[in-house]
Structure formats: structure tokens, C-alpha cells
């Protein structure tokens, strides 16, 4: 099975309830949650918005491939009422953020996914949390 490591973002609703809910689909739809950050607190990155996120990071074995797992995030985004993926119009506020960080030791550049996360070495949100279960990858964090 393949190490598969996950951002989870939100500042709509009930955030913490909106990070049980998606980590209890992560469990069901994409597979075995073998390790959780803490929840911290953040401003918004890239966007002016008066609701500040909740940000973890998670460690997930899965049999699926990259792609699939990509469709299984997204569908779970949908279900829980995000309505659109940061596109050109840029980053907004969000019921729920689901992003792929590193899977396995893949390399990969696709239109529709790129592993690992071109931006994630940028994000306190993700890396502070990457680096409490994965200090072994965020070695300088």
C-alpha cells in the first residue's frame, strides 16, 4: 500500500466538525488513516477573508493510484458543499480543502495533479503540520 500524505483546510461552518467529517470520509472512501497532526489556527493564505482556517495534516495507506485518489478527494470536497476549486479567479473561503502533499517517493506533473505539492513548502498551514507526523521528510522545517 502507498504512503499517502494529505492537507485538510477550513474556515466555513463548524470548521472542527468539518475535519471530522472529511477525515471520516477519507477512512471510508481513500483508506487507513495511520496518522494525524494536531489542528492549528491560520490566516488566510493568498486571499483577504475575516475567517481564519484550521489546518491538519494526515498520513493515509491506500491501494489507490494518485489519480484516483485526486477524484476521491475532490468528490468528497462536493459532497460536503464546496462549490469550485481555486481557479483563475484565486483562493476563497472553503466548507472543506483536500490537497495531495506526497504520495509515496512519485514524481508527478500532469494537468491535473502534480506530487509533490508545488506549493506546500511555502505554507506554514502545511508544513507545521506535515512536519509533526513526517519529521523524517520536513527535516528542516
Do not use: C
Not at 500500500?1 to 477519507?26: C, E
Not at 468528490?75 to 476549486?85: A, C, N, Q, V, Y
Amino acid at each position: 500500500m502507498a504512503q499517502l500524505y494529505l492537507s485538510l483546510g477550513t474556515n466555513l461552518g463548524n470548521r472542527r466538525s468539518n475535519l471530522d467529517t472529511a477525515l471520516d470520509l477519507i477512512a471510508r472512501e481513500v483508506g487507513i488513516i495511520k496518522a494525524r497532526s494536531s489542528v492549528i489556527e491560520t490566516e488566510p493564505w493568498g486571499f483577504d477573508s475575516p475567517n481564519s482556517f484550521l489546518n491538519m495534516a494526515i498520513l493515509v495507506q491506500t491501494d489507490l493510484k494518485p489519480l484516483e485518489v485526486l477524484d476521491r478527494t475532490q468528490r468528497i470536497e462536493k459532497d460536503m458543499g464546496r462549490t469550485s476549486k481555486t481557479g483563475a479567479d484565486g483562493y476563497h473561503d472553503r466548507i472543506i480543502d483536500i490537497d495531495i502533499l506526497l504520495y509515496d517517493d512519485l514524481t508527478m506533473d500532469t494537468p491535473r495533479l502534480t506530487i509533490p505539492h508545488p506549493r506546500m513548502y511555502q505554507r506554514r498551514f502545511v508544513m507545521e503540520p506535515l512536519a509533526q507526523i513526517a519529521p523524517h521528510i520536513v527535516k528542516d522545517y
